[in-house]
């Protein structure tokens, strides 16, 4: 199944029920200097990859993802503004593409990005710890044009995004999956996924705690142990 949505006004903040995001630890987070031109100073650089493609990852239990290569040409192409952050912080601007101060790829491995770093302290301060191995991971915030979606596996729903609008980069302090954020739209394909399962196996009283604790993750909701164990 594909599903398409229209595209934003490029640097136009998405709905949140839109916005999801996609975290990714060892990312080859990398400091580069190079040399400024004429009498400019040297410039640090924050080197890395915000997506890799073909890489199958579990977002969810039963719910698993892979980048198709190309997922990002046609944002890329259509020269969205998009930034780096750090954190997903818009008070924390690490470059922007219509600033020529974040440039972005894709390469056969994935989408790699290349921000010259602005001399402030936030900044600096990010250089150290990238430096010192304290922070490695990496994420982008994303909107979702065109997927596939593989239901052959009853248990494990299979996404593959093939066309995406981006809308940031960013080196990120916890690069786990309850960090991940799906859209809305994404979240009812899930139900409907998870609801046929349980139908499916003859589960029509509750939902399992199974079930339950996979949905309630989507939804972003925290329920005491007991009420997880035994769902009403």
Known sequence: MNEKTKLQTAGEKPADDEHELRMMDACELSIKERAGEGDEPARKHLVGYA??????????????????????GKSLDAKDD??????????????????????????????KYDITLPDTQFANDLHVLISRGDIT????????????????????LLRTLKEVQLFDVSPVTYPAYKQTKVSARMTETLREFYNGYAEENGITATPSPYIRRIVDAMLGIHRPQAEQDNPK
């Open 51 to 72: 997506a890799m493609f073909n890489k199958r990852t579990t977002i969810y239990p039963g719910f698993d993802e892979v980048i198709a290569p190309g997922a990002f």
């Open 82 to 111: 998009v930034r780096a952050l750090f954190n997903h912080n818009p008070d924390h601007v690490l470059g922007r593409l219509a600033a020529d101060t974040l440039t972005l790829e894709e390469d056969t491995r994935g989408l």
């Open 137 to 156: 991971g990496s994420s982008f915030a994303f909107r979702c044009i065109v997927d596939e979606k593989d239901e052959s596996n009853p248990k494990v």
